[in-house]
């Protein structure tokens, strides 16, 4: 079950704050965060674990509620290098293997 | 640099015809996923290897098949190409292949196109 991003595009100035949210209709064991730059792969930025818990990544951080299968993305003070596309992953606790399904991503423009 | 190669880095083909994509993992990792991601698409998940076994299938065609070897390198067979299965197709790894799987890390992939 592919999980639901919003938005779907962002465009900030620097300095300013986003939030990405992803949600799921399933139970989840885990969820991820990568971004894609254009032309690029996708590199690793986070993944929660537990409810509720936030991990940190320079000024990215996130929280995932395990109860309402939601997790958001925090940007804060953002800088140009934060732009591109924003993918959160998520393992079903009902699952095989090490299924990670992305959602169709939320692409993040940071202007000057 | 993420230590996952994928070659080729491109590839194009005519319809009906065959491929195979490779992938090596990074040094020490035994899972392998295959995603592909069409043009300004998301990642779709095809298929997962953990030390040379099927894990986990995605929404992988029958038209396409995928093996892990014994020294943990992948190849994605895509056959009886259609303009469709045009995409980039990325290759991760990771080092362990349950649920508590860790950070992925993919490949530069590898960009098919089917004239």
């Known amino acids: 079950q592919q999980p639901v991003q919003s938005p779907q595009a962002v465009i900030l100035r620097e300095g300013e704050d986003a939030v990405i949210n992803c949600s799921s209709s399933?139970?989840?064991?885990?969820v991820h965060w990568y971004r894609q730059k254009h032309g690029e792969a996708p590199v690793f930025l986070m993944i929660?674990?537990?409810?509720?818990e936030q991990k940190g990544h320079e000024k990215i951080s996130a929280s995932f509620n395990e109860k309402k299968q939601q997790s958001s993305l925090y940007l804060t003070a953002s800088q140009l290098s934060y732009s591109g596309t924003y993918f959160c992953g998520t393992v079903e606790r009902e699952t095989s293997g090490s299924r990670l399904t992305f959602g169709e991503g939320t692409q993040l423009t940071v202007n000057p | 640099d993420s230590g996952v190669t994928q070659t080729p880095k491109h590839l194009i083909t005519a319809t009906g015809q065959r491929v195979t994509l490779r992938c090596s993992p990074r040094s020490g990792d035994l899972s392998v996923y295959w995603y592909q991601q069409s043009l300004d698409q998301g990642l779709q998940f095809l298929i997962q290897y953990y030390n040379g076994e099927e894990r986990a299938k995605g929404n992988i065609l029958e038209r396409f098949s995928a093996q892990q070897f014994p020294d943990l390198h992948s190849e994605l067979n895509l056959s009886s190409l259609e303009l469709g299965d045009s995409a980039l197709y990325f290759c991760?790894?990771?080092?362990?292949?349950?649920?508590?799987?860790?950070?992925?890390?993919f490949g530069e992939g590898s960009r098919l196109t089917v004239l």
């Open positions: 929660l674990l537990k409810g509720g």
């Open positions: 399933k139970a989840l064991y885990s």
């Open positions: 991760a790894s990771s080092v362990g292949g349950g649920a508590n799987t860790g950070e992925l890390f």
